[in-house]
């Protein structure tokens, strides 16, 4: 899986979550707009106000979840998610100021249990304690006029033994949930490695010659224009006859690192093979390329001073290129570029294919351009 497939997977992933969430916002605002009517039928004004207000309020965050798109706005949501069902867990400890009676009022926390059992993981991750507090939170509303009231009938009796059994399923649900997500997280985590494994190099650690010619493949099917580098060491083998392969080795890991600390965050860079590099700027402007050229043979010539040879061709990815005319005109620039006499960047154009490709040097100092 590419980077764009990737992302779809994670759009996709959250166009779900987000309609997920909406449908249980008018759920709750459906289930309190019934409780507003039911409530207002038997004369139970003071607590029918307040759900007609939470029906009201679930439906406008229905409206809020189809619309929020930045991650503070999505913590502040689910913040008053939490917010509104620990408000609705605390109705049992006003039993007598909401003139309703005990054991009605204790049904409907049975509800509202299930309400943090099924919503909360919305906006809680099930991890640790947290989610629990809330469960707690609501068992200790819920037992408060039990206490209170300490008379216990029939009705009561089946209340008490129905939320029990409930608080436990959501318990036990709530932790196999928790399990599964750890399960989950592992594997993602897993697979997210073995890709990454295989798209790096396991020396240099930047991309290899697969995740490049992928690269290449989805640019060109895409008809992006970019800017490419083609970068070769030259001096690679001097170093390993010189200090041996470890130290080339080391040679190569440090270009690739100096490589990178030139380039943008935008940019890819990936081992094309042996000692070659290739960067793909995030950018289709050549005169940006011939700077980036110039600043990562700089910065590569550094690395062991004496063994500074660096040649780079530069190249761009056009509307209507094949891969392997990409790769040609990197190597042709290449090729120039290593057959100047100052080891200079060459640079062929394709937007310009009967123009001799210009070939743009780079003067060691004390030597003038005539």
Request: with cysteine; net charge positive; hydrophobic share 45%.
């Amino acid at each position: 899986m590419d980077r764009s497939e990737m992302k779809k997977t994670v759009s996709e992933f959250q166009k779900q979550q987000r309609k997920r969430k909406i449908a249980t916002c008018f759920v709750l605002s459906g289930w309190f707009a019934t409780m507003y009517i039911t409530d207002n039928l038997f004369g139970y004004h003071p607590i029918g106000g307040i759900d007609g207000a939470l029906a009201l309020f679930f439906f406008i965050c229905s409206f809020a979840v189809a619309s929020v798109s930045s991650k503070r706005k999505r913590s502040f949501l689910g913040i008053t998610a939490i917010a509104g069902l620990l408000f609705i867990s605390s109705f049992p400890l006003f039993f007598t100021e909401l003139g309703i009676p005990v054991t009605i009022l204790l049904l409907r926390q049975v509800m509202t249990l299930l309400f943090c059992a099924l919503v909360g993981p919305y906006f809680i991750k099930p991890k640790g304690f947290a989610f629990f507090l809330v469960l707690l939170y609501n068992a200790l509303c819920f037992y408060y006029p039990i206490l209170r009231v300490r008379e216990l009938d029939e009705t009561m009796a089946y209340v008490i033994v129905t939320y029990s059994f409930t608080l436990l399923f959501s318990y036990f649900f709530l932790d196999i949930l928790r399990m599964n997500l750890g399960h989950v997280s592992s594997l993602i985590s897993a697979k997210k490695d073995a890709e990454n494994m295989a798209l790096r190099d396991d020396l240099t650690g930047v991309y290899n010659r697969r995740y490049c010619d992928n690269l290449l493949r989805v640019l060109i099917e895409n008809e992006t224009e970019k800017a490419l580098l083609f970068i070769d060491l030259d001096d690679y083998q001097n170093v390993c006859q010189a200090h041996g392969h470890l130290v080339g080795d080391a040679y190569l890991k440090r270009s690739a690192e100096a490589v990178l600390e030139s380039v943008r965050s935008g940019d890819i860079v990936s081992r094309f093979g042996g000692n070659q590099f290739v960067v793909v700027l995030d950018s289709s402007d050549l005169s940006l390329a011939e700077t980036v050229a110039r600043r990562i043979r700089k910065a590569v010539g550094e690395v062991i001073p004496e063994f500074k040879a660096v040649s780079v061709g530069v190249t761009k990815i056009i509307p209507g290129i094949t891969q392997q005319a990409v790769l040609v005109n990197a190597d042709t620039a290449l090729y120039r570029s290593k057959n100047s006499p100052f080891g200079n960047i060459s640079v062929v154009d394709p937007d310009n294919p009967r123009i001799e490709p210009d070939l743009v040097a780079v003067i060691p100092q004390g030597v003038s351009r005539r």
